[in-house]
């Protein structure tokens, strides 16, 4: 998967405990992108990160952070899980022209994440 | 917010016919528009892509269409086989160029 790895792979955890999504690559892409996929709703953009230390929201950010330390690593936290953020969280990569990403989206594997 | 939207969730086709795949957007200034196929258990893969200033794009076996008068995107797949069995998104760019935003799908089946 282009050089994108998700960390785990599956998590099952209770409501209101702390959970952190990893996504490493391998790529040195300067976009990186968190995605959740719903049944109904296609994928959604949680956050994004243009570079070490820049992020943004995406349309549905509440309830997550994110962390960008390393061009390689993009961590996405969920502070307090609750029920609703049960989905499969997809990490994406692109390159850039310039400081506008390309918009050709490599996915990783995904994790799939339940709170119960 | 962004709308995206597909025609129909589900298409079933014979192996060997052609596929066509459509999609609606509702920002205008929309000027970037991707095709993903997504395989059970796995990550979206990039399929083709189009650009505002083009109308039509052609790949191998693949062909999208942009429609900016009535905001429509469409996927065509030619001599569609087996292995195009998944779920198919279109995404686009929106107001902010670097948030792309995804359709529901449509799931794809090939009947052997």
């Known amino acids: 998967d282009a050089g994108i790895t998700q960390s785990p792979r599956h998590k099952v955890t209770e409501t209101g405990t702390p959970v952190t999504l990893r996504c490493h690559q391998t790529e040195n892409h300067r976009y990186m992108y968190w995605y959740r996929q719903d049944p109904g709703h296609g994928l959604r953009l949680i956050h994004y990160?243009?570079?070490?230390?820049?992020?943004d929201k995406g349309e549905v950010s509440d309830g997550y952070s994110v962390s960008r330390s390393k061009t390689e690593d993009f961590l996405l936290t969920l502070e307090s899980a609750t029920s609703s953020q049960t989905s499969v969280y997809f990490c994406?990569?692109?390159?850039?022209?310039?400081?506008?990403?390309?918009?050709?989206?490599?996915f990783g594997s995904g994790t799939q994440l339940s709170v119960l | 917010g962004e709308s995206v939207g597909l025609h129909l969730p589900t298409l079933s086709v014979q192996e060997g016919d052609n596929s066509i795949i459509n999609c609606a957007y509702s920002n205008s200034a929309s000027d970037y528009f991707i095709w993903y196929k997504q395989e059970s258990g796995k990550g979206p893969q990039f399929i083709i892509d189009?650009?505002?200033?083009?109308d039509k794009r052609q790949g191998q076996r693949v062909t999208v269409l942009l429609n900016k008068t009535v905001k429509h995107l469409s996927l065509q797949i030619a001599a569609t086989q087996p292995g195009d069995s998944a779920v198919y998104f279109c995404a686009e760019n929106g107001l902010s160029g670097n948030q792309f935003y995804f359709g529901t799908g449509t799931s794809l089946t090939v009947i052997p």
């Open positions: 990160s243009y570079g070490v230390k820049d992020t």
């Open positions: 189009i650009r505002s200033n083009m």
């Open positions: 994406a990569i692109s390159e850039s022209i310039g400081w506008q990403g390309t918009g050709k989206l490599f």
